[in-house]
């Protein structure tokens, strides 16, 4: 697809005291989650400059929700990437605005063709060169070195990848000049009230376990089996130090049905366990996770939900990188120490995730949370 390259419309232009800046990051879900990090030291460097920060973020249909209620995003805009008129109306809405910076974090090529036509020499990451190829620019290249666009190949990306010890909020902090920051996701409070009553009458502490991975990153997912070892020994263990149960609070996504009926099946009569379905609305989940006391989880949505609503979090990673993830000091990252640990291979071995690995993880987050 191409896109002629308007010339900037500075009729609206803003004054010297505005900082507009466009943010163009529409998928994964998790991803555009996690990347809300960058907002606290982007309204902190336009503070410090005497200017006011501005955002407007460009996202995937269906993301829109992990947005809208944060206190510095000030607008977000959808685009469809397949649909022309979804794309020319996009872009005649930004060129509307001349952008003091615009951040492009995805590689796909119509997003890489937005950024360039409206972008010219205000932006960082990816966009489209003089050739029509997809390039990114030298600021962020910690980042993209790392992915399928990077200079260096897939092989070298690859390595780059399995030796990088630094989180994502970390790298993407560094590459565009602001100090680290936390995501953040706000809730509406209907969800929050809808979360509460449905949980209000379980016992105590609520654990999530969030252990799928949806259809496409099955080495995500932790083994049937391995989940009901890790809940009945969370179990009785608790039962013997605490003399109470614990609830856990089986989570999972509209691609996990079947998986999620089987687990419910197997973990009923041995722990006690509530369902929380498989269809909820995207911030009804993300309420549900609010109201836990922890969250066992896999590299997902779930988690990066649970570190932006700052709940306790034992996560554990196979395929993908643990080091990319920042818990924040609230929780533990159990990484697998198999040879293809962050391989992103579909079959990566889980086998190093051991039950007595989870269960000691998830004890230590609830008999000594953070203050």
Same mark, same amino acid.
Request: proline share 3%; hydrophobic share 40%; aromatic share 6%.
């Given at each position: 697809m191409s896109l002629v390259m308007l010339p900037l419309d500075t009729s609206n232009g803003h004054s010297d005291t505005l900082y507009p800046v466009l943010i163009l990051k529409t998928a994964a879900l998790g991803d555009v989650l996690r990347t809300t990090s960058i907002l606290p030291g982007l309204a902190a460097r336009a503070s410090a400059e005497g200017r006011e920060l501005r955002v407007t973020w460009l996202t995937a249909k269906g993301a829109?929700?992990?947005?809208?209620?944060? +206190?510095?995003?000030?607008?977000?805009?959808?685009?469809?990437?397949?649909?022309?008129?979804?794309?020319?109306? @996009?872009?005649?809405?930004?060129?509307?605005?001349?952008?003091s910076r615009v951040l492009s974090f995805d590689d796909e090529a119509p997003l890489c063709a937005i950024a360039t036509a409206v972008g010219r020499d205000r932006v960082s990451g990816a966009y489209l060169d003089g050739a029509g190829k997809l390039a990114y620019t030298e600021d962020v290249a910690p980042w993209f070195d790392m992915g399928l666009i990077s200079v260096f190949g897939k092989d070298e990306a690859d390595r780059l990848k399995v030796t990088n010890q630094r989180s994502h909020p970390e790298i993407f902090a560094d590459?565009?000049?602001?100090?680290p920051g936390e995501p953040g996701l706000e809730l509406p409070s209907s969800a929050l009230i809808r979360a509460k009553s449905i949980v209000s009458g379980l016992s105590g502490p609520?654990?999530?376990?969030?252990?799928?991975?949806?259809?496409?990153? @099955? *080495?995500?997912?932790?083994?049937? +089996?391995?989940?009901?070892?890790? *809940?009945?020994?969370?179990? =009785?263990?608790?039962?013997?130090?605490?003399?109470?149960?614990?609830?856990?609070?089986l989570l999972g996504g509209p691609e996990e049905v079947e998986r999620h009926g089987s687990l419910l099946a197997s973990l009923e009569g041995c722990v006690s366990v509530f369902d929380a379905k498989t269809n909820n609305g995207l911030l009804d989940?993300?309420?549900?996770?609010?109201?836990? #006391?922890?969250?066992?989880?896999?590299?997902?949505l779930a988690m990066h939900m649970a570190i932006?609503?700052?709940?306790?979090?034992?996560?554990?990673?196979?395929?993908?990188? =643990? =080091?990319?993830?920042?818990?924040?000091?609230?929780?533990?990252?159990?990484?697998?120490?198999?040879? #293809?640990?962050?391989?992103?291979?579909?079959?990566?071995?889980?086998?190093?995730?051991?039950?007595?690995?989870?269960?000691? *993880?998830?004890?230590?987050c609830l008999e000594d949370p953070p203050s």
């Open positions: 829109e929700e992990l947005l809208l209620g944060h +206190e510095l995003v000030d607008e977000v805009l959808t685009v469809e990437l397949g649909a022309p008129d979804s794309m020319a109306s @996009t872009l005649q809405r930004l060129h509307s605005t001349r952008w590459m565009i000049g602001v100090e609520l654990i999530g376990l969030n252990t799928g991975a949806g259809g496409r990153w @099955t *080495a995500k997912s932790l083994p049937e +089996e391995r989940v009901v070892d890790v *809940a009945r020994e969370i179990d =009785a263990h608790w039962q013997r130090t605490h003399g109470a149960r614990p609830t856990f609070v989940f993300a309420a549900l996770i609010d109201g836990l #006391d922890l969250l066992v989880t896999s590299d997902s932006a609503r700052r709940r306790q979090v034992v996560a554990f990673f196979a395929p993908t990188s =643990a =080091a990319e993830i920042d818990l924040f000091g609230r929780g533990v990252k159990v990484r697998s120490t198999a040879p #293809d640990y962050c391989s992103y291979k579909r079959d990566a071995d889980r086998s190093t995730l051991t039950t007595e690995r989870l269960v000691t *993880a998830a004890l230590g």
